[in-house]
């Protein structure tokens, strides 16, 4: 690692230089800044969980009782630092091919803001980690979604396509709001801090998925059947981000304050016990709840007598935890058949090849409502020149 950065202004000219590498022309950015910001008073001083609960939050990493805790910080910040430059990898080419100037805009902002959050996390680990963490902020900017090693398999998979692009949005994205809101709490602050303003960008994220779907239903050009295996693809993988059943990682972030569950501050105002034995189990849960809720609010836009879309159950599909690599149907319950019999399965709720196929003639139709642009997106010159 030859250009291992001493400072910040020598990691962002390696910044610089993955934007050339990747393709991302930075006039795409239109005004949008990219830039550290923390909200220090969503923050709290107080360590609000686990076993240091009471004291003061550390706001150096020297404060930090013990180096396996300061190891897990770092690996959390790098893990959370390698999705958003992985999903500006995953997305960029998509630009060329937007469907609408709205939607254009939209995919160049939210890769503007992955690529702020990727920021953020990079100067947590350059500024607080010494030369451990200048090693992992330089390593976000040299795996690649492309070449397959960034470090969570979903932010490997290719992204061909708008109807990808907005299934992601929907509900991986949603995975992430997730991820942020459980570091939110966090007893190091500066990583708490950093947790309110990328949950205030993420918003558009999602809502840019659940629009986008919105928008294809109501053209009425997709078919409906394809649609579903495509949110089937995605659902099971931004199940699979939830990380392993009866998580011991989980349980000691938990012990040692430093990630807590989803709404923690309701859950201790409301004195709800936390099992530290399935707190991945329990964030998954919270999640499969709220995308079940935001398909309904999907469905209230198809046609009358149109069959109902759906939620995948949490055993569809999975390649991480209890159900890993198990055969299921959709709806959760076993499938008794052989591999062949499940393989036969697949190609009707999973996308195939023909699929793909057939989604280039529909991508010549007008297979999506149009949505105008605001004023204010237009004269942020995000995503014009792109």
């Known amino acids: 690692m030859?250009?291992?950065?001493?400072?910040?202004?020598e990691w962002i000219s390696n910044f610089e230089d993955w934007q050339g590498r990747v393709g991302f022309d930075p006039s795409w950015l239109g005004d949008f800044e990219l830039s550290v910001l923390f909200d220090w008073e969503r923050a709290g001083d107080v360590i609000e969980f686990g076993d240091y609960q009471g004291r003061a939050k550390w706001e150096r990493a020297l404060q930090v009782p013990h180096q396996s805790m300061r190891d897990a910080l770092i690996t959390m910040i790098t893990v959370q630092g390698d999705?958003?430059?992985?999903?500006?990898?995953q997305q960029r080419h998509l630009l060329a091919s937007a469907p609408t100037d709205y939607d254009r805009y939209a995919a160049a902002r939210i890769m503007a803001e992955e690529q702020r959050h990727g920021w953020q996390?990079?100067?947590?680990?350059?500024?607080?980690?010494?030369?451990?963490?200048?090693?992992?902020?330089?390593?976000?900017?040299?795996?690649?979604?492309?070449?397959?090693?960034?470090?969570l398999g979903a932010f490997n998979r290719p992204m061909p396509h708008w109807l990808d692009f907005f299934c992601y949005t929907m509900f991986v994205d949603r995975d992430g709001k997730f991820q942020l809101g459980m570091l939110s709490t966090s007893a190091f602050k500066p990583l708490a801090a950093s947790m309110g303003p990328m949950l205030k960008e993420e918003s558009f994220h999602l809502g840019t998925g659940s629009n986008g779907l919105r928008r294809i239903i109501k053209a009425g050009v997709i078919p409906l059947d394809m649609?579903?295996?495509?949110?089937n693809k995605w659902v099971s993988t931004a199940h699979d981000?939830?990380?392993?059943?009866?998580?011991?990682?989980?349980?000691?972030?938990?012990?040692?304050?430093?990630?807590?569950?989803w709404d923690e501050r309701k859950k201790l105002d409301a004195g709800i016990e936390v099992d530290k034995e399935i707190l991945n189990e329990e964030s998954r849960g919270h999640y499969h709840d709220e995308i079940v809720g935001e398909v309904k609010k999907l469905c209230g836009y198809l046609p009358e007598g149109s069959p109902q879309l759906y939620v995948p159950h949490e055993n569809f599909n999975r390649d991480i935890g209890a159900t890993k690599g198990e055969k299921y149907y959709v709806d959760g319950t076993k499938f008794e058949g052989t591999d062949e019999d499940y393989a036969e399965y697949l190609t009707t709720v999973l996308p195939i090849p023909q699929d793909e196929i057939d989604l280039k003639e529909l991508f010549k139709q007008e297979w999506i409502a149009n949505k105008p642009m605001s004023?204010?997106?237009?004269?942020?010159?995000i995503g014009a020149s792109a």
């Not at 030859?2 to 202004?9: Q, S």
């Not at 999705?83 to 990898?89: G, I, L, N, R, Y």
């Not at 500024?127 to 451990?132: E, I, K, L, S």
């Not at 649609?227 to 949110?231: A, G, H, K, T, V």
């Open 121 to 151: 996390m990079a100067y947590l680990l350059m500024t607080y980690f010494g030369q451990q963490g200048r090693r992992e902020a330089q390593k976000l900017l040299e795996r690649n979604a492309q070449d397959g090693d960034r470090l």
């Open 2 to 9: 030859d250009n291992l950065p001493n400072t910040w202004e």
């Open 375 to 381: 004023t204010r997106q237009i004269e942020s010159g």
């Open 83 to 89: 999705t958003e430059f992985a999903s500006v990898e």
């Open 227 to 231: 649609l579903q295996r495509y949110i």
């Open 241 to 261: 981000l939830f990380g392993v059943d009866a998580s011991s990682s989980a349980h000691w972030a938990y012990v040692w304050g430093i990630k807590g569950r």
